[in-house]
């Protein structure tokens, strides 16, 4: 076969914006398209998405890349919405898709996907080596359609994919929100189909959706859930929501301020769903964001009327159909998120909502779900909700809640989103000392340290030449890292145009051979020019010269200077940085370079403090798992955890507590914790004396009194495994332990 590689003939086929443009998830991508052409890859990948960080664009562009290779590796999207009313509709949707775009990748043809083509019109434009076998499953197909049994006509219809001839090429499914097919109505639950069937088939699949649901899917198929590639998709990082703004609004044709830019990345949280919603909408309302308070407007109209508030509302009305109860339920999530009660039982909400279990037993598994609280069964919390969600709450509250006058409500949000904005620090995600931390002597292209040769060769060129060619470069072995610290440590003095996180210093050795011959200090600096300019050489020679003497000084016998610019230096720059045999990249290097050094720091890594260990013992039951869940929140504060992941790691305490307390035979009813604070780290083990609980395995306890409190407890390992990095469960001399690590991320994410 032919193989489209090159930007000349790469063709947009399911994509909605093009390579060049898509913003965020190179690693992502990279991912996705590496365990489809991998025969020896596990076959199942789940995309954990955080509510509104999109996934949907991420597997058309996989698609697309697939596609344009042209090799034996056929891409098959699905997106499951709410337009398949029943689990059946969507699985014959799924069916008539997967044909459609089987015939359209062996004609080499993307005109096929967007022709209506019937069954029968898809077995007419067959090739010979196909018609036989499409013909059969188009038989059989008729034949249980039907019929009277659901489950038995979904499970063939996902499984369709299976019967490709090996000869005729290797499937890859990519679908696409799965957080809907887990409640379309009918008999049979989808999202547990979709896994029974291709967990147990032969066919390499991406299942991606809201990540609680897809956890939830994979407890209720009874998967092995280290059977899985996972791949977690966050919101963007700073710096790539600030890129996203600016290209999109200049697609869209709007014209946009850089404090109107900051004001949206702010607001919006880097979620690519909603910059992408704010910035059509200001297309279609032929508005400019000159300003902030331009920004700020159109943000506030859109949660009193616009696209954001039907985003809400429907999210509301799925949750809670009643619109009596709806009210109610906006006032406890309203003194919920303001402070009021962000820590409450079921009985509670029960009492506050005046519903009955069952109707309550509905509610609390949707709510988890979009992560507008926290719920382990017994407990409700919240405290990480979007700041967008936040608003929107408060102006349901005061309208339908307190009857206050709109254009007062109005007036006031507006007045408290212009208040809370702070210029953006476009950078603020890129950690220097977190990248460099990473190098253990793995071997990277060497053009990712030359500017001048990156931008010569690479520049303009579409992500998936870019990375294939890569591979073609010659490489360079990176050193091993055993330290790292801030500039400001050795008293550096940092200019405007960089600050404390974006200028580091590394002892590395090469080779990891630890001799005086073999150590290497690098010195590292990520500049950011105003206006996006490039680097001249005026601050490149500054910069050599500045790290030049800090060597000398130090006696650091040698040493390697490496900048960093969003925006690339002038040819005089490069022409210094030649002269220090410095290395230079910007943000587009500097990104491929971290996806190519992995994702998890070696230990141990930069450094911020010695080592600080807490031991806690308490008796089971009487709440005592809260006390817990204080306990370490103050802990954990001693090091910068973003408000969201000390969140996380309370509920992980509260939820293996909560199974200790439950399941534990402990002779002496007595629980042990140890935290450990670690320069980039907070580790957490959970000991008692007695037998292993047996939920923490995985099996579904039936001691507790309510059957949706059961199906809460079923989590177990997989929750906490959502919520913590590392998790590892084993027995001790007299007991059982469990061990949970929670890594030190950017605190600007």
Known sequence: MNKAGSSQNFRRVLAQVDPSEFIGRAAQLERIVAHATDESARRG???????????????????????????????????????????????????????????????????????TLTLRDIV?????????????????????RFGKNDRELVRFCLGAPQRIPKERGRPFIMLDGAQLAQYLNGAVPLGTEVLRVFGRGTVSYVLAGLRRQILEAVRDAECNVNSFEYLHLRQLEIIEATLLVEQMAHRQQVEISEMARDLLVQQFGGSPFFINMFLQTARKKAVNVKSKLDCGDLYVAELFGGHLHSYFENLLEEISPRLNTRLRLIAVLWDAV??????????????????????LAEMLPRLHMYEFINWDGRYIQTGTEPQTWKDYLRIRYQLDVENKPRALVYGEVLSDVLKRAQPTKHSAQVNLGKIVSRFNCQQVPEVLFDYAKFSLNYKGEEPETIASSLDAETEFELPQTVYVANCSSFKIELPPIVDDEHCVIARTFKERRYSDAQEVVWFVACLH?????????????????????????????????WLISNSGFTDEALAVLKDYEAFSS????????????GETPRDPMVHHSEPSEF?????????????????????????????????????????????????????????????????????VTISSRGIVPTNLNGANSRSDTTEAAEARRGYGLILIRSLMDEVEFEPVDDGTSLRMTKYLRDTAS
């Open 45 to 115: 990948m789940l995309g954990l998405m955080e509510p509104a960080a999109g996934v949907s664009e991420l597997l058309r562009q996989a698609y697309d890349r697939i596609f344009n290779q042209q090799t034996e590796v056929i891409p098959i999207y699905f997106e499951f919405t709410r337009n398949d009313t029943t689990a059946v509709s969507a699985a014959i949707e799924f069916l008539n898709t997967f044909l459609q775009q089987y015939l359209a990748f062996r004609n080499d043809d993307p005109s096929i996907l967007h022709a």
């Open 124 to 144: 007419a434009r067959a090739s010979m080596q196909d018609q036989q076998w499409i013909e059969a499953l188009v038989e059989r197909y008729n034949e249980l």
């Open 338 to 359: 303001s402070g009021k009660d962000a820590i409450s039982s079921v009985e509670t909400w029960a009492q506050r909502l005046n519903i009955d279990a069952g109707e």
């Open 529 to 561: 020019e105003k206006d996006a300019v490039a680097v001249n050489v005026a601050t490149a020679g500054k910069w050599c010269e500045r790290f030049k003497a800090l060597g000398s000084e130090l006696k650091f016998h040698h040493y390697q200077i």
């Open 586 to 597: 910007d943000s587009q290097q500097l990104e491929l370079l971290t996806s190519r050094v």
């Open 615 to 683: 031991r806690l013992e308490m008796p089971f039951g009487e709440d005592n798992e809260l006390v817990a869940a204080g306990t370490v929140e103050q802990i954990a504060r001693r090091l910068p955890f973003r408000p969201d992941a000390i969140n996380q790691i309370k509920m992980a305490i509260v939820e293996a507590c909560i199974n200790v307390f439950e399941h534990s035979f402990s002779p002496d009813q007595k629980i042990s914790q140890r935290f450990r604070l670690e320069s980039d780290r907070l580790v």
